[in-house]
């Protein structure tokens, strides 16, 4: 069975920044697509950037949400086999509890839930000051 494991997750200043990790380990993620979703206190998940497997027709492509452009980046490193999530100018709206996810596809737009089968158990970002 996939099992995802998030880290980074902190406690960071407005404006700040930080780097998400996602690993699996014993498995080669690669072969994967993988999502990142996030979801704050009395909101619903949402669904924030996907990367395609290293080996599909896209070729490791991505997709973004309109709302985290020119903030967030997702990669990832294969010789890692770890998807990252780069989170820059962070305000405490972004203040969620980030997940990873994997499944088959990205789709044409953010992440949906249903198309990822396998699911970290998610890392706390607080942005405060």
């Known amino acids: 069975q996939l099992r995802l494991v998030e880290s980074g997750g902190a406690l960071v200043q407005p404006g700040g920044s930080l780097r998400l990790s996602c690993a699996a380990p014993g498995f080669a993620l690669e072969h994967y697509a993988v999502g990142w979703f996030r979801q704050a206190p009395g909101k619903e998940r949402e669904g924030v950037s996907c990367?395609?497997?290293?080996?599909?027709?896209?070729?490791?492509?991505?997709t973004l949400a309109d709302s985290f452009k020119g903030r967030f980046t997702i990669s990832r490193d294969d010789t890692e086999n770890t998807v990252y999530l780069q989170m820059n100018s962070l305000s405490p709206e972004d203040t969620a509890i980030y997940y990873c996810?994997?499944?088959w596809g990205c789709g044409w737009g953010p992440p949906v839930i249903r198309d990822f089968d396998y699911w970290g158990q998610g890392t706390q970002v607080t942005v405060s000051s």
């Open positions: 990367i395609t497997p290293t080996g599909s027709s896209s070729g490791g492509s991505t």
């Open positions: 996810a994997a499944g």
